[in-house]
């Protein structure tokens, strides 16, 4: 595992809904409120953020919330985006969409979003997009602190960089003690692209290799190897673009094919898979992680009530007054 300590305590990013889903599938259901209501996820996401304060020491703390987590600018621009993951529903006003969560995570997440309320840990989100785009937007505002990203989800991978501040990705796809730090570098050196413009590379490389588990198709043929050595060759999918139209020799005929092929999806992936910078964030004005809970009877309240005590312990227990 790795060290929090440094000179310029960092602004930590975390993407809530990958940290509460991972956390509601790793802990058993059996985890419940003295009325039987789950707890699993709550008290899985509640340890995390405790193991994140405590290990890397933030200055600052956003979770970083889903308003819409199949945004219809990306859904115009590819139908299929995340088309797999949605259960048709029909109500009273007609067919709307909603995504397939276990119904036994829903419920907690309010006790999630009531229990950072109270201990005064920030959120945002904005209206219309993604976390992932809250988060490419408050780390693109980011100017002096490092930024580290805390997610299970590698399409964040895209937001590494050097300057103006370092941000970093701290992936937990395998769990918090096999967490990873991976910058500009560790992302080059995992996909073989450039570690100059790293994060950008990685999205490129994405749209070519498409991800099922998005609805993105990627172009038939072009696997992840082949993609990045394109990327790196050419700089970017645009550059990749315009030589195969000039008929480089670097661009077999075959890809050429398959490019020209896959015009229309390649044409929408760029606005599908590149992470906002620019969302309108709205979300709790101070970020500053709190020294103290704001609400001490609340989060006992809270605590006695869905039988969260070990967790909640552990996470007042990594405030920074408890640490001082």
């Known amino acids: 595992m790795w060290q929090a300590g440094r000179v310029t ?28 209501t789950p707890v ?4 899985g996401f509640a340890d995390t953020v405790a193991r994140v304060l405590t290990d890397r020491r933030p200055a600052r703390l956003v ?29 009273s006003a007609g067919e709307r969409d909603v995504e397939e969560v276990p119904d036994t995570l829903t419920p907690q997440v309010p006790i999630i979003l009531d229990l950072l309320d109270a201990v005064g840990i920030a959120v945002a ?9 809250v988060i490419g937007t408050l780390a693109a505002r980011e100017s002096e602190r490092p930024v580290e990203v805390v997610t299970g989800d590698r399409d ?7 300057e ?6 701290i992936y937990v796809g395998k769990g918090w003690a096999k967490a990873e730090v991976l910058g500009p570098e ?18 490129d490389m994405s749209m070519l290799r498409g991800d099922p ?34 008929g480089h020799r670097d661009v077999p005929p075959k890809t050429r094919v398959r490019l020209a092929e896959a015009a229309d999806y390649l044409a929408a992936a760029p606005l599908v898979v590149r992470v906002a910078t620019d969302a309108p964030v709205t979300g709790s004005p101070d970020d500053h992680v709190p020294v103290a809970p704001s609400d001490p009877r609340r989060v006992a309240e809270l605590a006695e009530r869905y039988n969260l005590g070990g967790s909640v312990n552990r996470l007042l227990a990594a405030l920074p007054a408890q640490n001082s």
């Not at 979770?63 to 819409?68: F, K, R, S």
């Not at 080059?188 to 990685?202: F, H």
Request: proline letters at 7%.
């Open 164 to 169: 103006p501040s370092p941000v970093s990705v």
């Open 156 to 162: 964040l991978f895209q937001l590494v960089r050097h």
């Open 125 to 133: 989100e904005a209206e219309g997009y993604e976390a992932d785009d």
């Open 213 to 246: 588990s998005d609805g993105l198709p990627g172009v038939a043929g072009i696997g992840e190897k082949t993609a990045a050595k394109l990327i790196t060759r050419f700089g970017s999918l645009e550059g990749l673009l315009i030589a195969a139209r000039d």
């Open 63 to 91: 979770a970083c919330l889903d308003a819409d987590w199949r945004p219809e600018f990306r859904v115009r621009a590819l139908p299929s985006y995340k088309a797999h993951r949605v259960a048709a529903e029909t109500e």
């Open 40 to 43: 699993n996820a709550v008290r």
């Open 186 to 203: 560790e992302v080059a050196a995992r996909y073989a692209l450039p570690v100059e413009g790293a994060g950008a590379a990685y999205a």
């Open 9 to 36: 305590a960092p602004l930590v990013l975390l993407d809530a809904a990958s940290l509460y889903f991972r956390s509601f599938f790793a802990l058993p259901e059996s985890m419940t409120a003295p009325d039987g």
